[in-house]
């Protein structure tokens, strides 16, 4: 049998998030493992053939010099962009191969700091850039905002390294910035702190229309999904004594079996004018969620349909805290919740903790954690890769008419 080569890779990967505060595409970054040296080849079909033309665009971000070489000279035209560190390109053999690469139409993003841009010649190679932005850069962006200087910032490239709400409106909205790579979460939540947070008004209205069209249980099970704060507000709701149920509700579905629809849509009409329009809060809920989806995914397969819905609620609610300023565990206590999503959000612990834990892992560039939790977990390198990459290929983004 001819061994996967997602056997003999570690990924991990990073949102990239566009001007509207939506999904533009996703970094992946890709690691050697072990002695075998990577197929590239092998790697760009199995890309090849779980993308769609609507899944999110791909950036690939080796973390070798060979491997990005053996990327460069296997990609076909029309194959995910690939970055190629600027430092790396003092490495002839570097060179010449992103110069045969661009040559092929391959779609290159030269990724450097801000500060130490390529020269003219170098950057012809290259369709755009990953701009790590320093502690000086940011000061001079933000400086800028008055208008008493120009913005070091460069309209139509990608930023790195923003860590602050202020620095993310000077580059996606002053500075036309293309994407920001990451999003500085806790700066954003901290700049929110004197708000009480809300469930998203999209998310709302996308589940009363969904009721309106009599789409199924599991359609609204899904939308409920989508939004960690609502999923969080109509479990409160459907265990208390307003309600009345006689028995205690455990999971987003027997929620919605006990409600009914009219019900539902009365309890929601209710919530939408207090529901949040706030942008900045949009990657924060969809990280929130891709996260879940993915500690389902890494379950075991074979677990029933009852056992995914708490493994994803798990994963939704591993970081409520921080959007309720409370601690997690007082939060989960409060509803009759499954033991097994308390012990894996909370104390890292139990069957489902393995999968929350590698969710996490994933969520970045740290190849030796992974390893290490699947050395742990007796957990195979390539299952972990497969299940990451089928949920990044059924991300979507929101692409221009016409496109």
Same mark, same amino acid.
């Given at each position: 049998m001819v061994q996967s080569v997602l056997g003999s890779l570690v990924l991990g990967y990073r949102p990239l998030w566009n001007a509207a505060r939506k999904l533009a595409g996703v970094q992946l970054y890709v690691h050697g493992h072990g002695s075998q040296r990577v197929d590239a080849a092998h790697l760009l079909r199995t890309l090849q053939e779980l993308w769609s033309a609507a899944s999110a665009p791909l950036l690939l971000s080796p973390r070798s010099q060979a491997l990005l070489i053996d990327l460069l000279?296997?990609?076909?035209?029309?194959?995910?962009?690939?970055?190629?560190?600027?430092?790396?390109?003092?490495?002839?053999?570097?060179?010449?191969?992103?110069?045969?690469?661009?040559?092929?139409?391959?779609?290159?993003?030269?990724?450097?700091? @801000?500060?130490?841009?390529?020269?003219?010649?170098?950057?012809?190679?290259?369709?755009?850039?990953?701009?790590?932005?320093?502690?000086?850069?940011?000061?001079?962006?933000?400086?800028?905002?008055?208008?008493?200087?120009?913005?070091?910032?460069?309209?139509?490239?990608?930023?790195?390294?923003?860590?602050?709400?202020?620095?993310?409106?000077?580059?996606?909205?002053?500075?036309?910035?293309?994407a920001v790579a990451g999003w500085p979460m806790e700066d954003v939540l901290h700049s929110l702190r004197h708000q009480p947070l809300a469930p998203a008004h999209e998310v709302v209205q996308k589940l009363l229309k969904a009721i309106d069209d009599d789409q199924s249980i599991d359609r609204l099970e899904q939308i409920l999904g989508q939004d960690p704060l609502l999923a969080h507000r109509f479990l409160?709701?459907?265990?208390?004594?307003?309600?009345?149920?006689?028995?205690?509700?455990?999971?987003?579905?027997?929620?919605?079996?006990?409600?009914?629809?009219?019900?539902?849509?009365?309890?929601?009409?209710?919530?939408?004018?207090?529901?949040?329009?706030?942008?900045?809060?949009?990657?924060?809920?969809?990280?929130?969620?891709?996260?879940?989806? @993915?500690?389902?995914?890494?379950?075991?397969?074979?677990?029933?349909? *009852? @056992?995914?819905? *708490?493994?994803?609620?798990?994963?939704?609610?591993?970081?409520?805290d921080e959007l309720l300023? *409370?601690?997690?565990?007082?939060?989960?206590?409060?509803?009759?919740?499954?033991?097994?999503?308390?012990?894996?959000?909370? @104390?890292?612990?139990?069957?489902?903790?393995?999968?929350?834990?590698?969710?996490?892992?994933?969520?970045?560039d740290s190849a030796g954690a992974i390893v290490q939790l699947c050395e742990a977990h007796e957990l195979e390198l390539e299952d972990i890769n497969r299940a990451l990459l089928r949920v990044l290929s059924e991300l979507a983004v929101e692409r221009p008419a016409g496109h």
């Open positions: 000279q296997h990609a076909p035209r029309g194959a995910p962009w690939i970055a190629v560190p600027g430092d790396w390109l003092a490495l002839p053999a570097v060179r010449e191969n992103v110069q045969r690469a661009h040559g092929r139409g391959l779609r290159l993003v030269w990724s450097g700091t @801000l500060s130490r841009l390529p020269d003219a010649d170098t950057a012809r190679l290259f369709d755009n850039s990953l701009l790590q932005l320093s502690g000086s850069d940011a000061a001079a962006a933000l400086q800028a905002a008055g208008g008493k200087q120009p913005s070091p910032l460069i309209a139509g490239q990608m930023y790195d390294n923003v860590a602050s709400r202020a620095l993310l409106s000077q580059c996606l909205d002053q500075g036309r910035a293309l409160v709701y459907t265990n208390s004594a307003a309600l009345g149920l006689r028995t205690g509700v455990d999971s987003l579905r027997r929620g919605l079996v006990m409600m009914g629809y009219g019900s539902l849509s009365r309890w929601l009409s209710d919530q939408l004018p207090h529901c949040a329009t706030e942008p900045d809060l949009r990657p924060i809920r969809s990280a929130m969620v891709l996260r879940a989806r @993915l500690t389902e995914q890494l379950l075991q397969a074979g677990a029933g349909t *009852e @056992l995914r819905g *708490e493994v994803y609620l798990a994963g939704l609610f591993s970081q409520l300023h *409370e601690n997690l565990g007082a939060i989960l206590h409060r509803l009759p919740l499954s033991e097994r999503i308390y012990n894996a959000a909370v @104390l890292r612990t139990g069957a489902y903790a393995p999968s929350l834990e590698l969710a996490c892992a994933l969520e970045g």
